[in-house]
Protein backbone atom coordinates (compact mmCIF):
# COMPACT_ATOMS: atom_id res chain seq x y z
CA UNK A 1 0.00 0.00 0.00
CA UNK A 2 2.73 2.31 0.44
CA UNK A 3 4.77 1.72 -2.15
CA UNK A 4 1.48 2.61 -4.09
CA UNK A 5 1.13 5.66 -2.77
CA UNK A 6 4.61 6.56 -2.99
CA UNK A 7 4.32 5.68 -6.94
CA UNK A 8 1.17 7.80 -7.04
CA UNK A 9 3.11 10.93 -5.44
CA UNK A 10 6.15 10.65 -7.92
CA UNK A 11 3.42 9.76 -10.56
CA UNK A 12 1.64 12.89 -9.53
CA UNK A 13 5.06 14.80 -9.24
CA UNK A 14 6.02 14.28 -12.62
CA UNK A 15 2.59 15.16 -14.00
CA UNK A 16 2.69 18.38 -12.71
CA UNK A 17 6.06 19.14 -13.20
CA UNK A 18 5.46 18.25 -16.99
CA UNK A 19 2.45 20.54 -17.46
CA UNK A 20 4.42 23.29 -15.85
CA UNK A 21 7.27 22.54 -18.77
CA UNK A 22 4.30 22.57 -21.13
CA UNK A 23 3.56 26.41 -19.73
CA UNK A 24 6.38 27.58 -19.77
CA UNK A 25 7.18 26.47 -23.29
CA UNK A 26 3.74 27.32 -24.64
CA UNK A 27 3.98 31.19 -23.15
CA UNK A 28 7.66 31.28 -24.63
CA UNK A 29 6.61 30.56 -27.79
CA UNK A 30 3.60 32.74 -27.43
CA UNK A 31 6.17 35.60 -26.67
CA UNK A 32 8.67 34.57 -29.73
CA UNK A 33 5.42 34.76 -32.11
CA UNK A 34 4.40 38.01 -30.49
CA UNK A 35 8.09 39.75 -31.35
CA UNK A 36 8.44 38.29 -34.64
CA UNK A 37 4.82 39.27 -35.08
CA UNK A 38 5.29 42.65 -34.61
CA UNK A 39 8.91 43.13 -36.32
CA UNK A 40 7.84 41.86 -39.53
CA UNK A 41 4.57 44.45 -38.92
CA UNK A 42 6.89 46.92 -38.95
CA UNK A 43 8.87 45.81 -41.86
CA UNK A 44 5.58 45.11 -44.17
CA UNK A 45 6.88 41.49 -44.31
CA UNK A 46 3.47 39.68 -42.03
CA UNK A 47 2.89 36.45 -42.94
CA UNK A 48 0.13 35.48 -40.24
CA UNK A 49 -0.37 31.61 -39.81
CA UNK A 50 -2.71 29.38 -40.86
CA UNK A 51 -5.82 28.49 -38.20
CA UNK A 52 -5.15 24.87 -38.11
CA UNK A 53 -1.23 25.35 -38.15
CA UNK A 54 -1.57 27.49 -34.76
CA UNK A 55 -4.16 24.87 -33.23
CA UNK A 56 -1.77 21.98 -33.78
CA UNK A 57 1.05 23.73 -31.67
CA UNK A 58 -0.71 25.67 -29.73
CA UNK A 59 -0.89 22.68 -26.87
CA UNK A 60 -3.95 23.30 -26.19
CA UNK A 61 -3.45 27.22 -24.97
CA UNK A 62 -5.09 28.14 -27.90
CA UNK A 63 -6.29 31.56 -25.71
CA UNK A 64 -3.48 32.83 -25.07
CA UNK A 65 -2.45 33.00 -28.81
CA UNK A 66 -5.74 34.21 -29.66
CA UNK A 67 -4.67 36.79 -27.01
CA UNK A 68 -1.11 37.27 -28.33
CA UNK A 69 -2.57 38.22 -31.99
CA UNK A 70 -4.90 40.03 -30.64
CA UNK A 71 -2.75 42.40 -29.55
CA UNK A 72 -0.78 42.42 -32.94
CA UNK A 73 -3.39 43.34 -34.61
CA UNK A 74 -4.63 46.31 -32.26
CA UNK A 75 -1.21 47.52 -33.25
CA UNK A 76 -1.98 46.88 -37.05
CA UNK A 77 -5.25 48.56 -36.99
CA UNK A 78 -4.10 51.68 -35.16
CA UNK A 79 -1.28 52.46 -37.90
CA UNK A 80 -3.39 54.90 -39.53
CA UNK A 81 -0.59 56.08 -42.20
CA UNK A 82 0.26 52.30 -43.13
CA UNK A 83 -3.17 51.56 -43.20
CA UNK A 84 -3.56 53.86 -45.67
CA UNK A 85 -1.34 52.29 -47.70
CA UNK A 86 -2.39 48.87 -47.84
CA UNK A 87 -5.81 49.31 -47.89
CA UNK A 88 -6.33 47.25 -44.36
CA UNK A 89 -5.87 43.95 -46.38
CA UNK A 90 -4.87 42.23 -43.33
CA UNK A 91 -7.54 42.40 -40.82
CA UNK A 92 -9.43 39.50 -42.38
CA UNK A 93 -6.61 37.19 -42.18
CA UNK A 94 -5.85 38.48 -37.87
CA UNK A 95 -9.47 38.50 -37.10
CA UNK A 96 -10.24 35.02 -38.59
CA UNK A 97 -7.15 34.15 -36.86
CA UNK A 98 -8.32 35.39 -33.67
CA UNK A 99 -11.58 34.06 -33.63
CA UNK A 100 -10.92 30.71 -34.53
CA UNK A 101 -8.45 30.06 -31.48
CA UNK A 102 -11.14 31.69 -29.25
CA UNK A 103 -14.58 31.77 -30.70
CA UNK A 104 -16.08 33.57 -27.79
CA UNK A 105 -13.64 36.38 -27.56
CA UNK A 106 -16.81 38.86 -28.83
CA UNK A 107 -14.49 42.08 -29.42
CA UNK A 108 -13.34 40.40 -32.50
CA UNK A 109 -16.63 40.19 -34.36
CA UNK A 110 -17.28 43.96 -33.57
CA UNK A 111 -14.17 44.37 -35.41
CA UNK A 112 -14.57 42.21 -38.29
CA UNK A 113 -17.60 44.23 -38.86
CA UNK A 114 -15.54 47.98 -38.48
CA UNK A 115 -11.87 46.63 -40.00
CA UNK A 116 -13.00 43.87 -42.73
CA UNK A 117 -16.53 45.00 -43.51
CA UNK A 118 -15.59 48.88 -43.52
CA UNK A 119 -12.22 49.37 -43.83
CA UNK A 120 -11.01 46.44 -45.95
CA UNK A 121 -14.63 47.09 -47.30
CA UNK A 122 -15.30 42.69 -47.73
CA UNK A 123 -18.88 42.86 -45.82
CA UNK A 124 -18.70 39.22 -46.77
CA UNK A 125 -15.58 38.28 -45.33
CA UNK A 126 -16.75 40.15 -41.54
CA UNK A 127 -19.98 38.42 -42.48
CA UNK A 128 -17.69 34.87 -42.57
CA UNK A 129 -16.40 35.47 -39.09
CA UNK A 130 -19.80 36.98 -37.45
CA UNK A 131 -21.08 33.70 -38.42
CA UNK A 132 -18.61 31.87 -36.61
CA UNK A 133 -19.12 34.11 -33.76
CA UNK A 134 -23.08 33.09 -33.85
CA UNK A 135 -22.36 29.35 -34.27
CA UNK A 136 -20.27 29.08 -31.07
CA UNK A 137 -22.22 32.03 -28.81
CA UNK A 138 -25.96 31.14 -29.23
CA UNK A 139 -26.98 32.64 -25.81
CA UNK A 140 -25.87 36.33 -27.22
CA UNK A 141 -27.68 38.60 -28.62
CA UNK A 142 -24.72 41.01 -29.62
CA UNK A 143 -23.82 38.36 -32.61
CA UNK A 144 -26.87 38.82 -34.27
CA UNK A 145 -27.03 42.48 -33.77
CA UNK A 146 -23.30 43.01 -35.20
CA UNK A 147 -24.13 40.69 -38.11
CA UNK A 148 -27.70 43.47 -39.05
CA UNK A 149 -25.31 46.31 -38.31
CA UNK A 150 -22.62 44.56 -40.70
CA UNK A 151 -25.79 43.67 -43.33
CA UNK A 152 -26.99 47.55 -42.68
CA UNK A 153 -23.99 49.58 -42.95
CA UNK A 154 -21.42 47.55 -44.95
CA UNK A 155 -23.51 45.58 -47.44
CA UNK A 156 -26.83 48.39 -47.72
CA UNK A 157 -28.82 45.21 -47.41
CA UNK A 158 -31.51 46.68 -45.22
CA UNK A 159 -33.87 43.76 -44.96
CA UNK A 160 -31.29 41.18 -44.24
CA UNK A 161 -30.15 43.78 -41.34
CA UNK A 162 -33.86 43.72 -39.92
CA UNK A 163 -34.33 39.78 -40.03
CA UNK A 164 -30.55 39.74 -37.72
CA UNK A 165 -32.28 42.84 -35.56
CA UNK A 166 -35.53 40.48 -35.30
CA UNK A 167 -33.60 37.42 -34.52
CA UNK A 168 -31.45 39.58 -31.88
CA UNK A 169 -34.60 40.48 -30.30
CA UNK A 170 -35.44 37.04 -29.37
CA UNK A 171 -32.46 36.50 -27.50
CA UNK A 172 -33.42 36.91 -23.45
CA UNK A 173 -31.96 39.86 -22.13
CA UNK A 174 -31.80 41.81 -25.13
CA UNK A 175 -32.80 45.59 -25.07
CA UNK A 176 -36.09 46.55 -26.38
CA UNK A 177 -34.41 49.22 -29.10
CA UNK A 178 -33.62 46.18 -30.88
CA UNK A 179 -37.02 45.64 -32.32
CA UNK A 180 -37.22 49.17 -33.17
CA UNK A 181 -34.23 49.33 -34.91
CA UNK A 182 -35.72 46.53 -37.29
CA UNK A 183 -38.89 48.82 -37.47
CA UNK A 184 -37.16 51.70 -38.59
CA UNK A 185 -35.14 49.91 -41.02
CA UNK A 186 -38.46 48.71 -42.77
CA UNK A 187 -39.65 52.55 -42.98
CA UNK A 188 -39.25 54.76 -45.75
CA UNK A 189 -36.43 57.22 -43.91
CA UNK A 190 -34.03 58.81 -45.43
CA UNK A 191 -31.07 55.84 -45.00
CA UNK A 192 -28.78 58.62 -43.65
CA UNK A 193 -31.05 58.92 -40.51
CA UNK A 194 -31.03 54.81 -40.17
CA UNK A 195 -27.09 55.32 -40.50
CA UNK A 196 -26.88 57.55 -37.39
CA UNK A 197 -29.23 55.60 -35.22
CA UNK A 198 -27.51 52.32 -35.94
CA UNK A 199 -24.21 53.59 -35.18
CA UNK A 200 -25.84 55.65 -31.83
CA UNK A 201 -26.59 52.39 -31.04
CA UNK A 202 -23.64 51.30 -31.27
CA UNK A 203 -21.76 53.82 -29.30
CA UNK A 204 -24.36 54.23 -26.64
CA UNK A 205 -24.84 50.10 -25.94
CA UNK A 206 -21.42 49.34 -25.56
CA UNK A 207 -19.03 49.08 -23.06
CA UNK A 208 -15.96 48.69 -24.72
CA UNK A 209 -13.77 51.24 -25.58
CA UNK A 210 -12.23 50.44 -28.91
CA UNK A 211 -15.78 49.78 -30.48
CA UNK A 212 -16.95 52.93 -28.76
CA UNK A 213 -14.05 54.92 -30.01
CA UNK A 214 -14.86 53.45 -33.53
CA UNK A 215 -18.71 53.93 -33.43
CA UNK A 216 -17.69 57.79 -32.30
CA UNK A 217 -15.60 58.02 -35.04
CA UNK A 218 -18.01 56.95 -37.49
CA UNK A 219 -20.70 59.29 -35.50
CA UNK A 220 -18.42 62.25 -36.45
CA UNK A 221 -18.15 61.54 -39.91
CA UNK A 222 -22.02 61.09 -40.59
CA UNK A 223 -22.81 64.55 -38.64
CA UNK A 224 -20.19 66.54 -40.63
CA UNK A 225 -21.79 65.16 -44.09
CA UNK A 226 -25.18 66.33 -42.77
CA UNK A 227 -23.34 69.84 -41.37
CA UNK A 228 -21.99 70.44 -44.62
CA UNK A 229 -25.33 69.28 -46.59
CA UNK A 230 -27.98 71.31 -44.43
CA UNK A 231 -28.50 74.91 -45.62
CA UNK A 232 -30.71 75.96 -42.80
CA UNK A 233 -28.75 77.55 -39.53
CA UNK A 234 -30.99 76.28 -37.16
CA UNK A 235 -30.60 72.87 -38.83
CA UNK A 236 -26.90 73.34 -38.57
CA UNK A 237 -26.71 74.37 -34.67
CA UNK A 238 -28.65 71.30 -33.95
CA UNK A 239 -25.56 69.40 -35.58
CA UNK A 240 -22.89 71.59 -33.96
CA UNK A 241 -24.61 70.32 -30.35
CA UNK A 242 -24.54 66.91 -31.69
CA UNK A 243 -20.62 67.36 -32.66
CA UNK A 244 -20.23 69.02 -29.11
CA UNK A 245 -21.87 65.97 -27.42
CA UNK A 246 -19.30 63.36 -29.08
CA UNK A 247 -16.82 65.56 -28.40
CA UNK A 248 -17.60 65.77 -24.55
CA UNK A 249 -18.19 61.91 -24.09
CA UNK A 250 -14.99 59.66 -24.14
Same mark, same amino acid.
Given at each position: ?????????????? /??????? *???????????? *?????? /??????????? !??????????YDQILA??? $????? &???? +??????? +??? @???????? =?? @??? +????? &?????? %?????? #?????? %?????? /???? @???????? =?????????????? +? #?????????????? !????????????? *????? !?? *??????? $???????????????????? =????????????????????????????????
Amino acid at each position: MKATTKTRSIFMTL /SWCAILV *LMAFAIHYCQEK *LDTSLK /SQQSGREVLPK !PEALHLLSLGYDQILADMY $WLSFI &QYFG +DGPARQI +DHY @SKCYDYLN =LV @SAL +DSHFI &QAYWFA %LFAVGA #EQRRPD %LADRII /SRGL @SANQDNWY =LPYIAGVNQFINSK +D #EKAAAKYYKMAAKF !PGSPPWLTRQAQI *LDTNL !PR *LFKEIRT $WNTVYESNPDGLVRAAARSK =LIDLWRYVYRHTPEAHSKQEVIKQLDKLSAKP
